[in-house]
T-cell receptor, first 110, second 110 residues
Framework: NAGVTQTPKFRVLKTGQSMTLLCAQD?????MYWYRQDPGMGLRLIHY???????AKGEVPDGYNVSRLKKQNFLLGLESAAPSQTSVYFC?????????FGPGTRLTVT | RKEVEQDPGPFNVPEGATVAFNCTYS??????FFWYRQDCRKEPKLLMS???SGNEDGRFTAQLNRASQYISLLIRDSKLSDSATYLC???????????FGAGTILRVKS
């Protein structure tokens, strides 16, 4: 049981490049979330999913897209990266009152 | 107004001290409440849930006041290992979405 894993752990992009962050969980959780965390700020919700095939916008969805084709995976895409998207990205899955976070992806956009 | 507000600190305390953190939330429909701990450059981890009746886990005591929309965390006999950022987190219900405060930094010194 690996819990929540994120790929990659680190990435440097140039402005305008695209990439996909992968979140995987092996706990059969329905709900999954993508957050970003910037210095001095709490985690802010980007997008979330309440089940396979569903996605919804969070607090800061602009510039990101997501997909949940399989229950265990939640993908976060950046179509055209901007320096403002430099951040640490955390994925989480939740069931009931149990909440699990991945180790984070540190993304730098130059 | 932020949905969840915390004093950012830092709180610098000696080992053995008692320290209290406060948090207020704005959404009266919030359903559940938590304190998370986040170590530098790591993912947040659930410290404890917060109930109206108050709950205790060893040296940690959490309280919820729904009428005042106020949450607190008390740490007794502080240890060096308690140094971290403490995040106040509120579940606003729909989609099991969590809203995070920006965190309170605690530094325990010998």
């Amino acid at each position: 049981n690996a819990g929540v894993t994120q790929t990659p752990k680190f990435r440097v992009l140039k402005t305008g490049q695209s990439m996909t962050l992968l979140c995987a969980q092996d706990m059969n959780h329905e709900y999954m979330y993508w957050y970003r965390q910037d210095p001095g700020m709490g985690l802010r919700l980007i997008h979330y999913s309440v089940g396979e095939g569903t996605t919804a916008k969070g607090e800061v969805p602009d510039g990101y897209n997501v997909s949940r084709l399989k229950k265990q995976n939640f993908l976060l895409g950046l179509e055209s990266a901007a320096p403002s998207q430099t951040s640490v990205y955390f994925c989480a899955s939740i069931t009931g009152s149990e909440q699990y976070f991945g180790p984070g992806t540190r993304l730098t956009v130059t | 107004r932020k949905e969840v507000e915390q004093d950012p600190g830092p709180f610098n305390v000696p080992e053995g001290a008692t320290v209290a953190f406060n948090c207020t939330y704005s959404n009266s429909a919030s359903q559940s409440f938590f304190w998370y701990r986040q170590d530098c450059r790591k993912e947040p981890k659930l410290l404890m849930s917060v109930y109206s009746s108050g709950n205790e886990d060893g040296r940690f005591t959490a309280q919820l006041n729904r009428a005042s929309q106020y949450i607190s965390l008390l740490i007794r006999d502080s240890k060096l290992s308690d140094s971290a950022t403490y995040l106040c987190v509120v579940n606003i219900g729909y989609g099991n979405k969590l809203v995070f405060g920006a965190g309170t930094i605690l530094r325990v010194k010998s």
